[in-house]
């Protein structure tokens, strides 16, 4: 069963007069705890461009089915996953309001695993590329490197290409790498760096064009030239975000977490 949270949390417009130079602020009500969850959002109020973070916390038992933000023409505002219940988005110039569902928790791919806590930011991905036969294995380790070419057998999984019986084991893998112009093949045991696995999921998605962007963080510099258009793609595309906010730590090696959030955030750019 599906539980929509009564009422919605909605920025209101406040009056102001006519020929005002200030930017409007939009103080925002939030409804009272509700059956199977809440939603609370801060700051409590914001103006145009201000990041607002919502956080949704279901009941036991129960979790977030889908969690919407609508500016007053009902377009919709694009939210980010922060993890851990966290989600922002960018305040624009009107009312908004935010509406979640909850249904009954299912079991999950993460019962199976004894080294991912379900509260940690990456769960929901792990939970996901599991789910999607993408990753695998009797224990995730999320926080150890993972190498070239079990990136280039998930790619090549998630692409519909038979990745068994090849020996070396990622033979085939590393072959439709190679065919598909994902990778050059080299160094199939060496680990993958963020800006490496950044440039193979812009390839497998048909090299699109950028804006090649990427002066809002502060290590933009620290790119290879050959990954500055892939970086900036899955910036765009909400794929890759900044270790601390402000930095991509584009060197360093990409941990099994860190891989499976932006495999699923790849997936969902890829079905949109």
Known sequence: STFELSGTVTYVEPSYSSGSSYDPTYSVS?????EHGTVTVSPKSASKGDTVTVTVKPDSGYVLETLTVTDKNG???KLANKGNG????TMPGSQITIKA?????????LDNFTDV????????AVEFVIDEGLMTGTSFAPDTSMSRAMVWTVLAAYNGANTSGGNPWYAPSQQWAMINGVS???????SITREQLAVMLWRAAGSPSTSKNLTGYADANAVSDWAVEALAWAVDNGIISGMSGSTLAPQNTATRAQVAVMLMQFVECMDA
Do not use: L, R
């Open 86 to 89: 966290k989600y922002t988005f």
């Open 117 to 124: 806590n379900s509260n940690a930011w990456y769960a929901d």
């Open 30 to 34: 939030t409804p009272s705890k509700t």
């Open 101 to 109: 569902t909850f249904k009954a928790a299912e079991s999950s791919a």
């Open 75 to 77: 377009n919709t505002v």
């Open 184 to 190: 050059d093949g080299s160094a199939p045991n060496g």
